[in-house]
T-cell receptor
Framework: RKEVEQDPGPFNVPEGATVAFNCTYSNSASQSFFWYRQDCRKEPKLLMSVYSSGNEDGRFTAQLNRASQYISLLIRDSKLSDSATYLC???????????FGSGTRLLVRP | GAGVSQTPSNKVTEKGKYVELRCDPI?????LYWYRQSLGQGPEFLIYFQGTGAADDSGLPNDRFFAVRPEGSVSTLKIQRTERGDSAVYLC??????????????FGEGSWLTVV
């Protein structure tokens, strides 16, 4: 079993829809959590960090559930440009090492 | 440019050949990382440099893989006797001194390696 797991999708949604992804992690030593966006044949780019209190950036909301060991990403009012793969990543304690999930692919259709 | 630069962007090589992949980090960044991403997977950690030394090479899959950073800036990932299973995109990343949180790590576009 992988340490960080995601549903690979694809999630195929119409423009304007709300879509949510979950990511589960198995190591309770995980302390820092992130969502990355990766476009086809491009590098991962940080979308947002995930804090215990939850955080919001425009149409994007990220939440952390430590008790159940998962993080979530909610995208409201989906745009065509949101089509990409969304990777979650964790870090243990003060470790430099990012541990990624396999990513969830999102397709937003007109 | 101001970002992490990797060369070559694409490399096709024959099984058994030797390959070098180069990474030029963001100017002034002392921490440098190599990750490998296979098709349909997330990036997997290979090695971490703090300055010139490899602080953690625990992710290197076997002794055919080696990386150097002799002057604390540019790094080269070296793969000997390449195998078809080495085909992947090799991502380099860097971060400022003392900052290794995910929100301070910046990735390059990667070197796409295909072993035929």
């Amino acid at each position: 079993r992988k340490e960080v797991e995601q549903d690979p999708g694809p999630f195929n949604v119409p423009e304007g829809a709300t879509v949510a992804f979950n990511c589960t992690y198995s190591n309770s030593a995980s302390q820092s959590f992130f969502w990355y966006r990766q476009d086809c044949r491009k590098e991962p780019k940080l979308l947002m960090s995930v804090y215990s209190s939850g955080n919001e950036d425009g149409r994007f909301t990220a939440q952390l559930n430590r008790a159940s060991q998962y993080i979530s990403l909610l995208i409201r009012d989906s745009k065509l440009s949101d089509s990409a793969t969304y990777l979650c990543a964790v870090q243990h304690g003060s470790s430099y090492k990012l541990i990624f999930g396999s990513g969830t692919r999102l397709l937003v259709r007109p | 440019g101001a970002g992490v630069s990797q060369t070559p962007s694409n490399k096709v090589t024959e099984k058994g050949k030797y390959v070098e992949l180069r990474c030029d980090p963001i100017s002034g960044h002392t921490a440098l990382y190599w990750y490998r991403q296979s098709l349909g997977q997330g990036p997997e950690f290979l090695i971490y440099f703090q300055g010139t030394g490899a602080a953690d090479d625990s992710g290197l899959p076997n002794d055919r893989f080696f990386a150097v950073r002799p002057e604390g800036s540019v790094s080269t990932l070296k793969i000997q006797r390449t195998e078809r299973g080495d085909s992947a995109v090799y991502l380099c990343a860097s971060s400022p001194q003392g900052q290794t949180s995910g929100n301070t790590i910046y990735f390059g576009e990667g070197s796409w390696l295909t072993v035929v």
